[in-house]
């Protein structure tokens, strides 16, 4: 178990930790004496996004400093302790860092495969496809031009671990891949987690799709009023053989709470890592 830290909406409190030592240091000796005291096995960095040429200047301070304060630690413990970090789909937000940076410090990188299309987006796209698709108009976008792009900069396969969703996002429109209207409402029903999206389709007359494009299912709601874009059994079954025909280290969720089932197991999770064993990883 490691301790994750930063996350979305962070990016200033980190630019500020990095812009002074002893700020560095006091953040430093904190995260190392919780990792301690906790004997956790390390730590995630979550800077979203060192995005710049100074902000990756502060990320490779930060990182430096963590993994040589983890690799004492570890000796004192008899074990390696592991640093890692999540990074955007989108590998330009990480064009100013480093290689050296990223292969010196991580021991593997968390690839955020989610969150390609949303309420943002000027189209229904699928928010997390494996494969891109057709009807994608603009820049074409896909875990799978994602984890390459990362694998074309330099950074190995076995280094990377590949998101899954356990949610889904909602577009208020009647078929997948329409365009978004900005002025209109918000959709009535959210998406949400797995658990919800799963009783939409099986207490509410929502219809689940395949989109054998993409290898991803979509929700589309009984009045035609909107569809989701989510990941179930199928799909994160499909996305982990994939992850593992391609020599990744493996793949990681987000969050995973949002596939609890009211019996208590976690449906996609637990297909996840049923694939992976059958394969003997």
Not at 85 to 93: D, G, L, Q, V, Y
Not at 175 to 201: E, F, T, W
Not at 276 to 281: I, P
Request: overall charge neutral.
């Amino acid at each position: 178990m490691i301790v994750s830290l930063g996350g979305w909406g962070w990016d200033k409190q980190f630019t500020a930790i990095v812009g002074r030592q002893e700020s560095l240091d006091r953040f430093n000796d904190a995260v190392i004496a919780i990792v301690n005291e906790y004997d956790y096995d390390g730590v995630d960095v979550d800077w979203e996004y060192p995005d710049n040429p100074a902000k990756a200047v502060g990320f490779d301070k930060l990182c430096r400093r963590l993994r040589g304060e983890l690799g004492s630690l570890g000796k004192k413990k008899g074990r390696r302790m592991v640093e890692t970090m999540a990074a955007s789909a989108n590998p330009s937000t990480l064009k100013s860092v480093e290689n050296s940076t990223l292969l010196d410090t991580m021991d593997w990188i968390n690839v955020m495969t989610y969150d390609y299309a949303g309420d943002w987006s000027s189209q229904a796209g699928h928010h997390s496809p494996l494969f891109a698709s057709s009807k994608q108009t603009g820049t074409a976008y896909s875990t799978e031009l994602s984890m390459k792009a990362f694998v074309k900069r330099g950074i190995p396969a076995s280094r990377l671990a590949v998101g899954l969703p356990l949610y889904g996002r909602t577009f208020a429109v009647s078929q997948p891949y329409a365009r978004l209207n900005k002025s209109s409402r918000r959709p009535a029903v959210r998406g949400g987690s797995y658990r919800n999206i799963d009783k939409l389709i099986n207490e509410k007359g929502w219809v689940r799709t395949w989109d054998d494009e993409t290898k991803n299912p979509w929700a589309i709601a009984p009045d035609g009023s909107a569809v989701i874009a989510y990941d179930d059994i199928e799909s994160l079954s499909v996305k982990t053989e994939w992850a593992m025909k391609q020599s990744f280290r493996g793949v990681f969720f987000w969050q995973i709470s949002d596939d609890q089932m009211p019996d208590g197991h976690f449906s996609l999770q637990e297909a996840a890592h049923k694939k992976w064993e059958q394969a003997g990883r």
